[in-house]
């Protein structure tokens, strides 16, 4: 229900743009957002964003990194600049979705894409 894209291997100091697509029999789509996993540590949550568009970020891509959506599309997105090699992890996505026919939300996950920076 969630696909997760444009993950690849990119420079240090350069720029990708993650998208987040959701399919199916969706009413509505609430709250999303992004983590990552990087090898030997923890889950870290990137970024998030609310139905109306309020965002919030970790510490360490605060100024780097900008979440966004479109309600029509209902796509998320994550644009990632300046990045370094802290920044290599798998990342997914995550979102809060109503589907037809069901009163309460379920929260689904991406596949996870890989984002590799490299020196």
């Known amino acids: 229900q969630l696909q997760a894209s444009g993950g690849g291997l990119v420079q240090d100091g350069g720029s990708l743009r993650l998208s987040c697509a959701a399919t199916?029999?969706?009413?509505?789509?609430?709250?999303m957002g992004w983590y990552r996993q990087a090898p030997g540590k923890q889950r870290e949550l990137v970024a998030t964003i609310g139905s109306e568009g309020t965002t919030d970020y970790a510490d360490s891509v605060k100024g780097r990194f900008t979440i966004s959506r479109d309600n029509a599309k209902k796509t998320m997105y994550l644009q990632m600049g300046s990045l370094t090699l802290e920044d290599t992890a798998v990342y997914f996505c995550y979102a809060a979705i109503v589907n037809w026919g069901r009163k309460t939300e379920d929260v689904y996950w991406g596949q996870g894409t890989q984002v590799t920076v490299s020196s």
């Open positions: 199916g029999n969706i009413f509505s789509v609430g709250y």
